[in-house]
């Protein structure tokens, strides 16, 4: 059984940094695609990052391009998601997700793509 579990979230002031982190188990990862994705209240869970650990590809949202890095550690299992430049507008609870079966294209970008989830971490930024 796949499990995701996120943590590093919290409550920081615009322009502040968070590093979230996503470990994974039940499975190997190594030719998994990872992401993470992000439901602020009253809105639909979007796109945020994605790494497809078997060719180190990184793909973002244009909202966090520049200020956010996804990376990984094959050896602990385990996702980051570095956000530095933290807006008011990046406030929601982010989701990590997996799945096996990308094959390439623009499906990364969808949340019916991932086949795991993990429980959410709160991000919240004040201004």
């Known amino acids: 059984q796949v499990q995701l579990v996120e943590s590093g979230g919290g409550l920081v002031q615009a322009g502040d940094s968070l590093r979230l982190s996503c470990v994974a188990s039940?499975?190997?990862?190594?030719?998994?695609?990872m992401g993470w994705f992000r439901q602020a209240p009253g809105k639909q869970r979007e796109f945020v990052a994605a790494l497809r650990w078997s060719r180190s590809s990184t793909y973002y949202a244009d909202s966090v391009k520049g200020r956010f890095t996804i990376s990984g550690d094959n050896a602990k299992n385990t996702v980051y998601l570095q956000m530095n430049s933290l807006k008011p507008e990046d406030t929601a609870v982010y989701y990590c997700a997996a799945t096996q079966s990308y094959l390439g294209g623009s499906s990364l970008y969808y949340t019916n793509t991932y086949d795991y989830w993990g429980q959410g971490t709160q991000v919240t930024v004040s201004s």
């Open positions: 039940g499975r190997t990862f190594s030719n998994y695609l």
